[in-house]
């Protein structure tokens, strides 16, 4: 029987990271695994299958048109999105009459929260965007009647779990009060041993490790390519053994140089992509949510380069004083931070803060 239904966002890889954070923490805390069930799509849908859940490959993938690293044609994406949010919402009806779970929990799928409020069941959203600000110029208009009608969807959710710390200082607030909302704090998977013991089973052992990491789909693919040239043109600059690990995701056709004697490699996908930003001695990132989460917590020092023309990943990427523009000067960005020591780990455990929640949600009786 399925108790525990969640809805996940199939843009990219970071939604379904977070949602195995959580679901491990619940069946830690006594949940079976057979009582979730994952609906998603594209490479999430591989992502959480590999991490032994349930799922069913039942949305289409859907990614950002960047082209150098620039968002571009945003107007024809959002509409896309429109009717992205009428399949999505078809679907999630038709799976959660079918499975008729205790709980809906959904991780940036708001056509979930809206077709499970539609059929009576309760529901959870988790998200750290409670507007969209893609759109300039008259085009805007259209951007805040969507604006509203997302509020509307947050309203409807019995529960909205935001992975984000209200009160630090080093966190933008959204200005988004209702009594439906809680802050969690970041949320990452739990690793599985010590970072020693991990830098041998990844081969890091004797290196200083820069690792480049762009999620899910193409979009990151100017990013790998710069990097790539970045470092093949300072490799021997560093005062120290060093390697480039580059994983490019499933969707990303990584070409690398001649001449580079194993100091470059390349992974299309690993798993457990979180322990490898902890073994990491720099990580090199888009600013998505939750691999910048992971490095937080992991005390990875880290640079974050946003796709430009993204509202989040821009405004995320200057919390941590980066901008689109610093992909130009690698080369410096690689030779200083290097060579800075590990920061320190952090003890929060938003991921069990959430469980926790969504636990109280499933005992709790209308």
């Known amino acids: 029987m399925v108790r525990i239904l969640f809805l996940t966002s199939p843009i ?46 039942a949305y289409r993938g859907k990614s950002i048109d960047a082209s150098d690293g620039v ?7 959002l509409l896309d999105y429109l009717s992205f949010y009428r399949e ?30 539609t059929l009576g069941t309760r529901s959870v959203l988790i998200t750290d965007v409670f ?28 529960m909205v779990i935001v992975p984000m710390n209200v ?15 809680v802050y969690v704090g970041p949320m990452v998977r739990r690793v599985s041993r010590g970072r020693d013991e991990l830098r041998r089973v990844f081969g890091f052992d004797g290196y ?3 690792l480049v990491s762009v999620g899910g789909t193409s ?6 390519e710069r990097a790539i040239d970045a470092y093949t043109s300072i490799m021997d600059s560093f005062s120290m053994p060093t390697k480039l690990v580059i994983v490019s995701g499933p969707s990303i056709d990584v070409r690398i140089p001649d001449g580079v004697d194993g100091r470059v490699e390349c992974h299309g996908y690993v798993r457990n992509m979180h322990e490898m930003v902890y073994a990491a001695d720099l990580l090199i990132s888009l600013a998505g949510r939750s691999t910048m989460d992971e490095a937080r917590v992991y005390g990875t020092p880290s640079v974050f380069i946003p796709i430009k023309g993204h509202f989040e990943q821009e405004e995320n ?3 941590y004083g980066f901008s689109y523009e610093d992909v130009y000067r690698l080369e410096d960005i690689m030779l200083e931070y290097l060579s800075k020591s590990k920061r320190h780990v952090s003890v929060s455990n938003g991921a069990n803060e959430a469980a926790s929640r969504i636990l109280s949600m499933l005992h709790t009786k209308y």
């Open 71 to 77: 968002f571009r044609h945003r107007l024809i994406w």
């Open 131 to 158: 507007e969209s600000r893609f759109l300039h110029g008259p085009s805007s208009l259209l951007e805040r009647i969507l604006n509203r009608y997302l509020r509307s969807i947050i309203a409807m959710a019995d």
């Open 88 to 117: 999505c919402k078809r679907i999630a009806s038709s799976i959660i009459a079918s499975y008729r779970p205790a709980l809906v929990v959904s991780d940036e799928d708001f056509a979930g929260v809206a077709a499970a409020s």
């Open 12 to 57: 990219g890889l970071g939604h379904a990271s977070r949602d195995i954070a959580v679901a491990d923490e619940l069946v830690g805390s006594g949940v079976g695994m057979d009582e979730i069930l994952f609906v998603t799509g594209g490479a999430a849908y591989s992502h959480i299958r590999d991490s032994g859940y349930n799922v069913l490959d």
């Open 167 to 181: 009160n630090e200082e080093d966190e933008y607030v959204h200005g988004y009060a209702a009594g439906n909302v």
């Open 208 to 210: 200083r490790v820069i």
């Open 219 to 224: 979009s990151g693919r100017f990013l790998v």
């Open 317 to 319: 990427a200057r919390r």
